[in-house]
Each structure stands twice: as C-alpha cells, then as structure tokens.
C-alpha cells in the first residue's frame, strides 16, 4: 500500500547570527546551508496496518508525512501509495488519503465544522446519503453532535481536534497520515481518540501512520513502529520486540499494605521507585518468576503487577545512544 | 473529470465563501470604505473643470468617471494576493493542496462569493451615477452595455489572475506584498483609476494601450460611461479577454512551478 524507497530530502536554509550587523551582511551576502531533513528512507506499509513513525523533534517524521501526502517533492528516492506517486496528486489519490497535523487546520475558522464538512462533501464529491451517513456515524463516535453547529474560533483546542479528524475521515480515506493527532488533549480526550482512530481503521481496514510524542498513543495503536533519527532509519519492526531489545528487563509494580525497609526491596530488584506503599522494581526478564514468589512470601503484598518498561525509556535510550555513536564518530 | 467534479462543487464553495464574506462582514465594510481615492480625485478635476472641459471631459463628465471607477473598483477588486501571501509563508495551502479540487478554484470561489454583497454595496453609487449622468451611460444602448457587462467580468478575471500571479510569487520570495504595492503604484496611473487615461499625454496613452492595467479598470469604465463606440469597444474586448487568456495560463504556470519549491512549514 505505501512503498518507500531510498528516499531523501534535503532543504536549502537560510543561516543568520542574531544582532544588527549580522542583519545587515545577510543583505549583502547570505549563508545558506543544505539541511537533510530525510536520508535514504525505506519502508512499506500493507493495507490496514497501523504504524507508529518515531523519533526525537527534527528526525524527519513530519516531512516523510508531507512528502507521503504529496505536499513535498522528494529529492531523491521514491515512493508510492498504492498505485499513486504522491508529488503528482492526483484526484484519486487525494481522495485516498488524509493527513491530520495537530498543529495545523483545515476547519474553516470562523464558520461551524458542518459548513466545512458540507464543503468537503462537494470537493469530494461524495453522494449525499453516503456522506451524511458517514457524518453521522463519526460526529457520533467523537460525540461532538453540538459542537459541529458552533465556529470552530469558539471551540476548545479538544473540541477543534475531534472536529478536525470528522473533516479529514467524511471521504473515508484508506490511509490515515496522523501527525500527533492527540497534541494538546486531555488523557481522557487522548484516550477516546485513540479509540476512535482503533476503531476508524478496523471499520474501514485502513492504513494508519502515525507520529506522536505521547507514547501512549503509540503503545496503544500501533503493533508495529519505524524508528528515525536525524532523518536514518534506526528501527522498523514490532513494538514489543524493540522494547525487549533495548530493555530486556521487566518492571515489578507492587502494592503493599505497610511500609518495609528499603533493604528488604534492594534483595529483590534494582528499585526504580518507591512512594509510600507503592513500589517498582526493575527486574532481569528471566528472573521474573523467582522475584514475584519472593515478593509474595515476604512482602505484604496488596496487589502486584508485570509490565514492560515504558516506552518514554527505551525511546530515550535508543536515541541517547545513536547520539553517542554520533559523538564518537565525530571527534 | 477533475474539471467536471469542481463545477460540482463551486456552488457549494461559493456558498461557503459568502458564509464567510458574511462572518467578516464589519472588516469588509470597512474595507470597502477605505477604497475613497476616486472621490478624492472627483472632487480635485470637478474643480478644475469648473473654468472649462478639459479635452472631452466637462464636471459632468468627470462626475460620471469617478463615479464609475469607484464602482468598478469595488466590483472588481480582489485580496487574494495578500491571502496568498501569508498563507504561504505559514504553510496555509497545505489544506487547499491535499483536496482533490485545484487551489486556484477554491481561491476563486472564495474571492467571487464576495461579489454579491460588493454588488449591494455598489448598488447606491450606481443609483447616484445614474441621477447624475444617466443620459451619458452605455444602458441606453444594449450591444455596450452587453460589452460592459463582458468587460466587467473580464476585468474581474484579469485581476484575479494577476493577483494570483504576484501572491504564488511568494512561493519564490520571502513575501510578494512588495511586488504587489509597486504593481498597485504603477496600476494607479496606467489603469486611469487616479486620471482619465484620455488627459494623459499621448506617449502615456500609447503605452496604456499594450500594457494590461487599462483592461483591470480604464477599460469597463469608459464603455460604461459611453466614451467607447461599438467598434473601439468590442476590438478593446477583445485584448482584454487576450489578457485574462495570457494571465490565467501564466498564473497556473507559475503556481504549479512554485507549488514544488512549496515548503508547508508549520507542523
């Protein structure tokens, strides 16, 4: 469905000190320098998986986006959804597609989302009874039927967003381009969108890819994730098998009924926290079983838990130690 | 099929662009407004042809001129070289490039969804032209007031694309505002909205004739206010709607070219 290969991209950008004499050379001469937002990417994407794009900010994800919505021209490289090359844009490709960026709108600002979904259904060309359908089915899903009647300028940053989503799924695209679609929501609001983008792709089987820095977004939609760095793939594969690469260990959540002395936690496990009577352990994956018995026969046990590490940490790991790879080769 | 699908659609979009026209409705009225230099230069050659017609325009004359290019002007005038500019340094048409209708249609809806409340706007100072100078103007003879009309809607589509043409500049520049206030500078004595182009001197004139600015403006005016004969009118028409040809096909040329340079900053 979505095929990447080799892809680069590089942008040419303008370098200024900052000062009035650093203002007034540029007028005469101007330093530019070649910025590679993206380099020799590759990847694919079948029908109906769901993708999380991953990196630190300026790794390249949301230029890979907008290259993959046709919005960019790639410098080298190529890439294909389905039958389409995005940079051409063709009709029936647009109406393939979607790409939802948290940071920008296509709502029309000071009109109600329905003139915008009204105007969509004309730009698509949707039959009415089709589109109204599919209004009806996502205004209730999002649970926004009041909302849509509203200008978009009086709604919440939450209400806009889910308004958003509505106007960029009315065509019922087949690929879902998400660009932290859950940026700025509350945890309640984050986890009803997640749902709903679940629940968009098993109803409609269609292709999520989707960036975000709220790993808990990634954890709960996406099977699988690509991994980029300074605009190189560093990872594409499953979610669970990345973070058991990187952290074989297991973290042990442990409720207790008192409190315990910190010698008896330091026998089980490297302790990760302690709060009162809740304590976390990070314990070898192997070693899992022996520690949960220890625990039950000598601790006082309130409630006890088995999770992988977060997500937040392996991240933060894989790229502190791309940085350092980096340093060293830089001398 | 991609022109087909956007017939379809433009009255929707010109809905949604008057619903627009209308949440705005104070800022465009106060724009309207501001456009008052034509008053200005009514009152200016009303006073000078006080002592005497200067060429064939006598006070009576200049009223009906001044009138009408007020008019026209506010028919006419369009502000999509300032919302292209911005919107492309902001990263705005990303939302008009990932819809499966051409940028440009959308632009045009938008901007002549506006029209019918310019129209009602322009509507009294027709009404004062023709208490005015009403035995001067083309309506007493249809086949002019037929070519005014064409020229209008002629006039309308030349500033549109040449608008369109400086704002997708932007695509190249850091802004294309500059451009647009030297453009607007020179449109000012070559499109006879500050003079008569007929007062002008003669190498003015003869240039005004090859230059495009007369067919944005001078033009509709003159064949409104029955300065033109069937024969002159209808050639003019003509290298009008040979402009609005040229202009259209550079515009899409250069938005198209500049559309790959497009950098959709912003998220």
């Not at chain 1, 945890?187 to 989707?210: C, T």
């Not at chain 2, 322009?122 to 103007?137: E, H, N």
Request: contains cysteine.
């Amino acid at each position: 469905m979505i095929d990447v290969k080799n892809l680069s991209k590089s942008y040419r950008v303008h370098r200024r000190a900052p000062g009035l004499g650093a203002a007034l050379r540029s007028v005469i001469s101007r330093r530019y320098e070649v910025v590679k937002a993206v380099e020799d990417l590759s990847f694919h994407i079948n029908e109906g998986e769901r993708v999380g794009f991953l990196g630190p900010n300026g790794a390249g994800k949301t230029t890979t986006l907008k290259i993959l919505s046709g919005l960019l021209y790639p410098t080298a490289g190529s890439v294909r959804v389905g039958p389409f090359v995005p940079q051409q844009r063709d009709p029936r490709f647009l109406q393939l597609i979607t790409l939802v960026m948290g940071q920008k709108q296509q709502l029309l600002w000071d009109l109600p989302p329905a003139e915008t979904y009204a105007m969509n259904r004309a730009i698509y060309d949707l039959p009415r009874a089709q589109a109204d359908e599919t209004q009806k089915t996502l205004v209730e899903l999002l649970d926004i039927g009041d909302l849509i009647t509203k200008p978009t300028r009086q709604l919440s940053l939450g209400e806009r967003m889910k308004c958003e989503l509505v106007a960029a799924l009315l065509h019922r695209p087949r690929v879902l381009f998400l660009d932290e679609p859950t940026i700025g929501l509350d945890v309640s609001m984050q986890a009803k969108m997640r749902e709903f983008i679940r629940d968009y792709n098993q109803r409609f089987g269609a292709a999520v890819l989707l960036t975000s820095h709220y790993m808990d977004d990634v954890t709960a939609l996406c099977p699988r994730v690509i991994v980029i760095d300074r605009g190189h793939l560093i990872y594409d594969g499953d979610l669970q098998q990345l973070v058991r690469r990187v952290r074989p260990d297991k973290r042990v959540s442990i409720r207790l009924s008192a409190a315990i002395d910190r010698a008896q936690l330091d026998k089980l496990g490297a302790v990760v926290s302690v709060d009162a009577a809740q304590v976390v352990l990070s314990v070898p994956a192997v070693k899992v079983n022996v520690v949960v018995r220890d625990a039950l026969a000598t601790l006082p046990v309130v409630d006890l838990t088995i999770e992988d590490p977060p997500l937040e940490e392996v991240m933060r790991e894989i790229f502190s130690a791309q940085r350092e790879t980096r340093d060293r080769a830089v001398p | 099929m991609t022109l087909r699908r956007a017939i379809r659609a433009y009255p929707t979009l010109l809905r949604v662009g008057l619903s627009e026209v209308v949440a705005y409705r104070a800022e465009f009225l106060v724009w309207i407004l501001t456009t008052n230099m034509p008053l200005v230069m009514l009152a200016i050659w009303h006073a000078v042809a006080k002592d005497g017609a200067v060429g064939r325009f006598d006070q009576k004359e200049f009223t009906a001129y001044y009138l009408a290019v007020q008019a026209v002007r506010l028919l006419t005038s369009t502000w999509v070289v300032w919302q292209m500019s911005m919107e492309i340094r902001d990263g705005t048409p990303a939302a008009k490039l990932l819809r499966p209708v051409h940028p440009l249609f959308a632009y045009s809806a938008e901007h002549l969804a506006a029209v019918p409340l310019r129209a009602l706007v322009v509507s009294p100072i027709f009404a004062i032209l023709y208490f005015t100078a009403g035995d001067r103007l083309a309506i007493h003879d249809p086949m002019l007031l037929a070519i005014a009309l064409a020229s209008l809607v002629g006039a309308w589509m030349l500033i549109f694309f040449t608008m369109v043409l400086l704002g997708a500049l932007a695509f190249y520049m850091e802004s294309a505002l500059g451009l647009f206030e030297l453009w607007l500078g020179i449109h000012a004595i070559f499109s006879g909205y500050l003079i008569p182009l007929e007062v002008l001197p003669p190498w003015i004139r003869g240039a005004t004739r090859v230059l495009p600015f007369r067919y944005m403006l001078g033009f509709p005016v003159e064949t409104l206010v029955g300065l033109e004969t069937h024969a002159s009118a209808l050639r003019e028409l003509a290298v009008q709607w040979g402009y609005v040809g040229f202009f259209f096909a550079v515009s899409l040329l250069v938005w198209r070219a500049g559309v790959r340079r497009f950098a959709a900053y912003g998220g």
